[in-house]
C-alpha cells in the first residue's frame, strides 16, 4: 500500500489566495475559535465577516475547504512565530516557556469545541494540525532536549525520541478524549501550562530545577 501523502501546510498550500482572501481566511479563523465551528454556518461567517456570501464562494468551495484553508494559514502562523522563539538565543528552558506562553495565549482564544468539532466534522482539515504536531513539534521538543542537556538543565542520557513522541501524546490525548471532561474545570490555557510544568520537571537537572522555579516563581505560574 502506498504511504500517505502529508498534506502542505506551507503558505504555498494557500494559493491562489490574493491578500483579500488570506485577509478572509485570518478573519474566518476569529470566528471559528470564537464560536466554535459546527455551530458557525456560511451564512453566519459571511455575516460575522461583513461580507456576502457570494464573496466568500470566491475564495472557498465550502465549509470544510474554509476550515481547511484556516488550519493550513495557523499552522504557516504556528511554524513562524516559533521559529522566531528559536532565533532568539534563549537557554532551553526559558525557550519552552515562550513557546508554551504563546500556545496559552492561542489557546484562551479557542472555542471549548473546537478540537472536538475537527475531529468529527472536518476529519481531513484536523488532519494538518495533527500533521504539524507530529513532524515540527516533535522535532522542536527534540532539539530543545538536546539543547538543554548540552546546557547542563536537563539531566542527561534522556531518551529523547521518545520523551518528544510523549510530549505531544499527552497534549493529544488531552485535547481529545478528556477535553470534554476537564475543560469543565480548566481553560486550554490551564492544561497547557500544567502540561509545560509536568515535561519540564520530569527531565530538568537539579541546575534546570532552581532556575524552573525561580522563573515560575517571578511569572507567577506557580
Known sequence: MAAEQPVSTTPEAL????????????????????NGIRSMTMDD??????????????????????VTKVLM???CRFHEHIHGILQQGLNAIDEMY??????????ARFHPSLYFDLA?????????MDQGKQVEVVDMVAANMEKGMR?????????VPL???????????????EQARLTE??????????????????????KGMDHLEKKLTKAKHI
Not at 152 to 158: D, F, K, V
Not at 187 to 204: D, K, P, Q, T, V
Request: positive net charge; hydrophobic residues 45%.
Open 185 to 206: 474545570k480548566f481553560s486550554l490555557a490551564e492544561i497547557n501550562w500544567e502540561l509545560f510544568r509536568y515535561h519540564i520537571r520530569g527531565i530538568a537537572s537539579k
Open 120 to 128: 468529527k466534522y472536518h476529519p481531513d482539515a484536523c488532519r494538518i
Open 151 to 159: 546546557e547542563g538543565l536537563y539531566r542527561e542520557n534522556l531518551n
Open 45 to 66: 461567517v459571511a455575516r460575522e465577516l461583513g461580507i456576502s456570501k457570494k464573496t466568500l464562494y470566491l475564495y472557498v468551495k465550502d465549509k470544510n475547504d474554509l
Open 163 to 177: 520523551i518528544a513522541k510523549l510530549y505531544v501524546v499527552r497534549f493529544d490525548q488531552v485535547m481529545s478524549v
Open 73 to 75: 494559514q495557523t499552522n
Open 98 to 107: 515562550a513557546i508554551a506562553q504563546y500556545i496559552a495565549g492561542e489557546m
Open 15 to 34: 494559493l491562489p489566495l490574493d491578500e483579500r482572501g488570506l485577509r478572509i481566511v485570518d478573519d474566518a479563523a476569529r470566528v471559528f475559535w470564537t
